[in-house]
């Protein structure tokens, strides 16, 4: 059967036709949508767990029982990843078990530009890069034959263009292998370091083994060309580039297995051209192997380590004609992004700036209150580092206790945001922390989190109450407040924020965007009584505009929040019937 598919659907239908019978992920955009497409086959379970590391630690245990399993994440959730990867890189599998990350070049929606390659190599683990839908299918099957055969866990690597881009794939049936039995193996399992260092030449020897795989391997292939002034050598999208910018004219070595990376047959290609061209995304992995084994190669000096490429970067760095886009005749106007109208957080954050507070923030879709008119937020790291980092700040500098405040969602809490409360509490920072608290994971599309009530696929589970989990952690001043209420949410914040003890503050509201949320609908607006005085656009509303001097409502985009109504001080916006 032939299909038009994500790359994320054809990898998702990979693993399924692989017999994968257990799935746990964390979602991160660009890898998402594997765990949300194969969640629909009945015949796997699937979750998402609360951060990435647990994911890694429940798919292992499955494989550990003999159910060939899988962990998705994006190229940051692999640091949280990183603890049980090195290590279950040393134990091996039982049944086989594939780990995706999905980098992020240019970042579209992550907070650096990490290359997943150097993991692989750290860690001595077998990495398959894709670089269409229909080798996000095959590999993801073959990750699972490596796994068994070289008892190892393998890592499927994809990236933004990847996984949100459509081809053709050939499809087939299920095939399910039996479970392997369980047997108790403790020098194989038990990592104390007597059993470790039994296991690491193992490991070793295991790369050889793997790197003779990757010489013969059809996963990396040689396009044959008639110009052999010029070889080049790449992997994953920019292959595809590659291949339009010089279509038949040179030869290409594609590296579908990006670690190990084969010796023979990169030395015999490069042997057979005049010159050797890399072209790789972010980091030059694949030029530092060739210059490692004495290979004159070009590389990084031609195409930059920075951002995404494109056909036009590839084909100027191959001295090739630039492609002709189509151009508009006028220029489109910047759309920067915001937060969406009646979106929970945007009174928090407009209490926040004007209070002038020190805001340290979270990874979420809530990051977009550090945009004008906002701009209420000082510094953004990783999951979790709000918490830990506004502890850190106020016991180095106590005076900022009562202007200073961490801002974090509540799926994000979940993933790393407890230990850094339990950090405040256990060595006693006068810190406070917000939790947004929208009931749902929002930014990477309404992902069912431990504290909605709901699974992966919609049934109703164990709801974490976040008010107990707080109070069990050791903060005793735990309050709720309803963001929409601007009055109580800023009684609130400087209530806490004057205790002489830590505290919690969950503004409670769910996302503006969830299906199943009623509002009121628009607001009404009176220009009559509008002054122009903006103090409304403060809250930075898409849905509130100005037109002729006079604030504006757009029907089609107001949900009846009623932010605005509270900055006006004329009754210009929101009056009742």
């Keep these: 059967m032939n299909e038009l598919m994500l790359g994320n659907k054809a990898a998702a239908r990979g693993l399924y036709e692989a017999g994968c019978s257990f799935v746990s992920s964390y979602p991160g955009t660009p890898s998402t949508e594997i765990t949300e497409e194969i969640a629909k086959f009945t015949e796997v379970y699937a979750e998402w767990a609360p951060n990435e590391k647990v994911a890694v630690e429940s798919a292992f245990g499955a494989s550990f029982a003999g159910k060939r399993s899988f962990a998705g994440m994006k190229h940051v959730g692999l640091n949280v990843a990183a603890d049980p990867v090195f290590t279950i890189s040393y134990t091996g599998v039982n049944a086989g078990m594939v780990i995706c990350v999905a980098d992020d070049p240019g970042m579209h929606s992550s907070q650096n530009e990490q290359d997943s390659r150097h993991y692989a190599i750290a860690a001595k683990i ?3 890069e894709p670089s269409d839908s229909q080798e996000a299918y095959d590999f993801a099957k073959l990750a699972y034959e ?22 053709i794939v050939h499809t087939g049936e299920r095939v399910c292998p039996e479970q392997v039995p369980y047997e108790k193996q403790p020098q194989k399992y038990i990592m104390m370091p007597g059993n470790a260092l039994k296991r690491h030449p193992i490991v070793e020897e295991r790369t050889r083994l793997l790197t ?9 292939r040689i396009d044959e060309g008639a110009d052999r002034s010029m070889g080049i050598i790449s992997s994953s999208t920019s292959y595809q580039y590659v291949k339009e910018a010089v279509g038949e004219k040179y030869p290409v070595l594609k590296l579908g297995m990006i670690n190990p990376l084969p010796v023979k047959k990169i030395k015999d290609f490069a042997a057979s051209v005049e010159k050797v061209v890399i072209v790789e995304e972010l980091d030059g992995v694949i030029e530092t192997h060739c210059r490692a084994m004495g290979l004159d190669v070009t590389g990084k000096e031609v195409f930059t380590c920075l951002g995404e490429f494109s056909q036009n970067i590839v084909a100027k760095g191959l001295g090739q004609a630039p492609f002709e886009g189509i151009k508009l005749e006028e220029e489109l106007p910047g759309r920067p992004p915001a937060l969406c109208a009646g979106c929970p957080h945007r009174g928090v954050f407009y209490l926040l700036k004007k209070m002038k507070l020190n ?5 979420g879709c809530y990051t977009l209150g550090a945009v004008p008119p906002l701009s209420a937020i000082d510094y953004t790291i990783c999951m979790g580092a709000s918490v830990s980092g506004t502890h850190g700040f106020v016991k180095a500098d106590p005076e900022q206790a009562k202007k200073t405040v961490a801002v974090i969602g509540d799926s994000t809490f979940m993933h790393s945001g407890i230990t850094g409360l339990v950090n405040i509490a256990y060595n006693e920072s006068n810190a406070t922390v917000i939790i947004l608290d929208n009931s749902i994971t929002g930014m990477t599309g309404h992902q069912q989190n431990p504290c909605t009530g709901f699974n992966l696929k919609g049934d109703p589970c164990t709801k974490i109450d976040l008010e107990s989990l707080c109070r069990a952690a050791g903060i005793n001043r735990v309050r ?13 914040i400087k209530e806490e924020l004057a205790a002489e003890e830590p505290s919690v503050i969950i503004a409670r509201r769910p996302c503006a965007l969830l299906k199943y949320v009623k509002h009121p609908g628009p607001i009404k607006n009176d220009p009559d009584k509008c002054v122009g005085c903006k103090a409304c656009m403060k809250a930075g509303c898409p849905a509130l505009v100005m037109k002729d001097g006079k604030a504006m409502i757009d029907n089609t985009m107001c949900v009846g929040c009623r932010i605005c109504a509270q900055l006006c001080k004329f009754g210009a916006l929101g009056a009742e019937d």
């Design 359 to 363: 805001v340290l923030a979270d990874i």
């Design 146 to 167: 490596i796994s068994e055969e070289y008892d190892t866990p393998v890592f499927l690597k994809m990236c933004t263009r990847v996984a949100h881009s459509q081809s």
């Design 126 to 128: 077998p990495m398959l």
């Design 480 to 492: 709720v407040t309803d963001p929409y209420d601007l009055e109580e949410t800023e009684k609130a």
């Design 212 to 220: 003779e795989y990757a010489e013969t391997s059809p996963v990396n």
